[in-house]
């Protein structure tokens, strides 16, 4: 990742998916309800799932566009193919 503000971005989110885990993990200790753990389970994959799309995204864009040729029409059409990708992976 070359832009430093997507960086902190995906370390940000990253960290907040750490500390959720520590949350489960003291629940796993105090014997809380299964069901309780996995709606927490399923909160951290979605959120993964997020980190991974606006990776993808801001990559997608980052590496397509890196081309000093490119035209705002360029933009829009990776805009366009990359809302597309992330409709199709949700």
Do not use: W, Y
Request: glycine share 4%; with cysteine.
């Amino acid at each position: 990742m070359v832009n430093a503000s997507i960086r902190t971005e995906v370390l940000n989110r990253l960290r907040n998916v750490k500390g959720h885990i520590a949350g489960i993990e003291r629940m796993v200790e105090e014997e809380q309800s299964c069901s309780n753990i996995l709606i927490q389970l399923s909160a951290i994959r979605s959120s993964i799932e997020k980190i991974g799309i606006f990776i993808l995204e801001n990559n997608a864009v980052e590496c397509l566009l890196n081309n000093p040729d490119a035209t705002p029409e360029d933009r829009q059409k990776i805009d366009q193919i990359v809302k597309q990708i992330i409709t199709f992976l949700k």
